[in-house]
């Protein structure tokens, strides 16, 4: 009696295993339902596909399942390919019982594949049932035009520095069936906006690949190319211009200091004198001297403010090279109902919209006095104007020697320079 009672708890047992396995067998998958499209193409069971070495196969597997099924992986693979591996899988997923479900995969064709048959297997597949598989015919045809980027050598190497010259050698591939004539070979910076080309015959021998070297082709790279990478793209144009292949590199620009674009300008300014007596009714000098230490021409607009007095400049727009000065007078003229005492003048330097330096002026508004003779006979008014004149003199000279300092530097910076 007792067992009896085993043998029907080891089938009951035995009943419910095989319900648990067969929830999940890939068994429920109906393959011959299956539909396969190849680059959109549908492909049927028992037809051979023909395609070119090279080419990308975009598959489309749609699954059937009479009953629900987990765990499913879908793989992709081509055998008898020397030296390469061509496959691809799906990640995991499940199926509902009387549901569809599409998979994608995609397998590249090498470009040095016998001119045969291979078999492009599809598998289904979970842990622990055997796979379903189903096999489909791929007749291997050479490309009738087929030219690649094969290899891109650089130099100095993928480091350059801005205002010099990147080499660019250029090894090209024909795995077609054609000769290629006059393949236009493009090498570009698209952010630099620099580019060379040069055109190149490819040969073939018998559907044998060959290769062709293109001549140099040179790349200036500006001299204010801010330090960065940067994106080389080469482009092998044949087949009459009609197809295109591209590959990307990319290459290091460090940056030329000498040369470089700086968005920031260094200014300069010596100012005298700062604070004056000044009479009513009559008009103080002052001098601005300004140095263009930056790396670009800049030009620079003065705008004067005074609520008490008139100010004139006899320039309010100056231009100035790198390294190079120029002195501005301002001439401040009290108005009528100026009051005595202290007053303030201010004058703006600008750099287009940006305002970079403020000069504050401070006039004393003193009442007239008795000219004062001096031992040579001349006035203390003639002695303060010919002490500013001296004073704008040395600002010049300060200027002057600046330029020059800023000059011989450039001409032993370029004299190192190849």
Request: charged residues 20%.
């Amino acid at each position: 009696m007792r067992k009896l009672v085993g043998l029907v708890t080891l089938f009951v047992i035995s009943l419910l295993t095989l319900s648990m396995v067969s929830a999940l067998n890939v068994t429920n998958i109906d393959m011959s339902k299956t539909s396969v499209k190849v680059n959109g193409d549908e492909v049927n069971n028992g037809q051979v596909l023909a395609v070119e070495e090279g080419q990308d196969l975009n598959i489309r597997v749609g699954l059937i399942a009479t009953a629900g099924a987990s765990d499913i992986e879908v793989d992709a693979k081509i055998s008898g390919a020397e030296g390469e591996s061509i496959s691809d899988s799906t990640d995991l997923f499940d199926i509902a019982a009387g549901t569809t479900k599409y998979v994608n995969l995609k397998v590249t064709l090498p470009l040095k594949l016998d001119l045969d048959t291979y078999t492009l297997r599809l598998r289904v597949l979970n842990k622990n049932t055997p796979a379903l598989e189903l096999n489909l015919p791929l007749a291997i045809e050479p490309s009738r035009h087929g030219v690649d980027v094969a290899d891109v050598s650089f130099s100095p190497g993928n480091t350059v520095k801005a205002g010099r010259s990147l080499l660019t050698t250029v090894l090209l591939r024909n795995y077609g069936d054609r000769d290629e004539d006059n393949v236009k070979v493009t090498v570009s910076i698209p952010s630099l906006g620099v580019s060379a080309t040069e055109f190149a015959d490819v040969a073939v021998d018998n559907h044998n690949i060959d290769y062709k070297a293109v001549p140099e082709m040179f790349l200036p790279i500006p001299a204010n190319a801010a330090e960065g990478d940067y994106q080389v793209e080469v482009t092998a144009k044949y087949d009459d211009l009609q197809e295109t292949s591209t590959k990307t590199f990319t290459v290091h620009v460090t940056a030329d200091e000498r040369f470089q674009t700086s968005t920031a300008t260094t200014l300069v300014l010596a100012v005298g004198p700062e604070t004056q007596n000044v009479e009513a009714g009559k008009a103080a000098t002052y001098a601005i001297a300004l140095t263009n230490q930056g790396q670009q021409s800049k030009a620079f607009v003065l705008e004067a403010v005074a609520d008490w007095a008139t100010v004139t400049m006899t320039d309010s727009l100056v231009v100035l090279e790198p390294g190079r000065n120029a002195v501005t007078y301002v001439t401040v003229t009290p108005s009528a109902s100026a009051t005595l005492g202290e007053h303030v003048a201010s004058v703006k330097i600008k750099s287009g919209s940006e305002v970079l330096q403020t000069v504050t002026f401070r006039g004393n508004i003193v009442n007239a006095q008795p000219v004062v003779a001096t031992s040579n006979g001349l006035s203390l008014r003639n002695g303060l104007e010919i002490a500013l004149v001296v004073l704008v003199v040395l600002l010049v000279i300060i200027g002057l020697i600046i330029g020059f300092s800023r000059l011989q530097k450039d001409d032993e910076d370029s004299k190192t320079y190849y």
